[in-house]
């Protein structure tokens, strides 16, 4: 069955620092991959899209890469605040009428 | 524009009995989708639709029904709640999965 793994349920590190969370998965082709935010009682935000012939997108202080030969995707934060502070998820779609599926998140604090 | 609402915030039902969990979206979008989230389970999808007129299951769909008879409104029925059925509940729309999805607030329900 498909399975989606984000390695580290928890990552702390300093202020300043560039933050790196990663994602695998395995028995899937996704043609997309997303990225999101969420804070304690809310529900997910949205933050990158990346599609499975993109290697690479950015927004602002944020980094998305996607490697279907590893089956892979990282996330990096540069420069990262204690507002940073959140859960990210790794989501996978397939093509067209296919169903999102999110793994289970990765916990990040970001100590001043 | 209200996005996605979601109606209760919080519900207690004792085991056996059944509800309706609303949602609904004003942003004209073809996909919704149900999860429920648990405590390092991450996001895990109970149904999704790609369309009115047009369900199908996710990953968890075991105690849970829905229907999508209009665009907007997207609803999850619990037909005998369980205590298992414990948790909370996000609701989620986009005009499909290569594109973000909006969430709802969530529902917490517990089942005692």
């Known amino acids: 069955s498909q399975k989606i793994e984000q390695n580290s349920e928890a990552l702390n590190i300093q202020e300043g620092k560039t933050a790196t969370l990663t994602c695998n998965y395995t028995?899937?082709?996704?043609?997309?991959l997303q990225w999101y935010r969420q804070d304690p009682g809310r529900g997910p935000v949205f933050l990158l899209l990346?599609?499975?012939?993109?290697k690479e997108k950015r927004k602002e202080r944020l980094k998305v890469t996607f490697d279907t030969t590893l089956k892979q995707s990282l996330f990096h934060i540069t420069a990262s605040q204690p507002a940073d502070s959140a859960t990210y998820l790794c989501?996978?779609?397939?093509?067209?009428?296919?169903?999102?599926?999110f793994g289970k998140g990765t916990t990040l604090s970001v100590s001043s | 524009n209200a996005g996605v609402t979601q109606t209760p915030k919080f519900q207690v039902l004792k085991t056996g009995q059944s509800m309706t969990l609303q949602c609904a979206q004003d942003?004209?979008?073809?996909?919704m989708s149900w999860y429920r989230q648990d405590p390092g389970m991450g996001l895990r999808l109970i149904h999704y639709?790609?369309?009115?007129?047009?369900?199908d299951q996710g990953e968890v769909p075991n105690g849970y029904n829905v229907s999508r008879s209009t665009t907007e409104d997207f609803p999850l029925r619990l037909l005998s709640a369980a205590p298992s059925q414990t948790s909370v509940y996000f609701c989620?729309?986009?005009?499909?999965?290569?594109?973000?999805?909006?969430f709802g607030p969530g529902t917490r329900l517990t089942v005692t």
């Open positions: 942003m004209n979008h073809e996909y």
């Open positions: 639709s790609v369309g009115a007129g047009i369900t």
């Open positions: 989501a996978l779609a397939g093509q067209a009428g296919t169903a999102l599926i």
């Open positions: 990346i599609r499975e012939n993109e």
């Open positions: 028995n899937y082709s996704p043609a997309y």
């Open positions: 989620a729309s986009s005009y499909g999965t290569s594109y973000e999805q909006y």
